[in-house]
């Protein structure tokens, strides 16, 4: 599995705008073929920086929608940012249950 997180700051006077359209193209995004999840997250500590998640079957899957037109809907939608988009793209080569890694690491949760 491929992980790309995009980190977004939006001026706050475009927030709003930049949030209805991020909303549209996000379900645009999940039906996308190798598309396992995508989601867009808000910061708690700073109302301007949101991060969109997309997880990817492959390297091939994430390659073709970074060149497809649903992307470039996206980096036309930065253009209200209040600075450049940080990308960065991690390989996931195993990815368990919470219980599965309790067992393995002996963890025990807070109550």
Known sequence: MITMLIKLVVDGRCRRQFLETMRC??????????????????DIEDANSLLLIGD??????????????RFRALLASTESLSSAPKYSVSTVADRTDFETAVELFGWVAPR
């Open 56 to 69: 990817w079957r492959s390297v091939g899957d994430l390659s073709k929608h970074l060149h497809g037109e």
């Open 25 to 42: 193209l996000l379900g645009r995004y999940r039906v996308e073929e190798g598309c396992l999840s995508c989601r867009l997250c808000a």
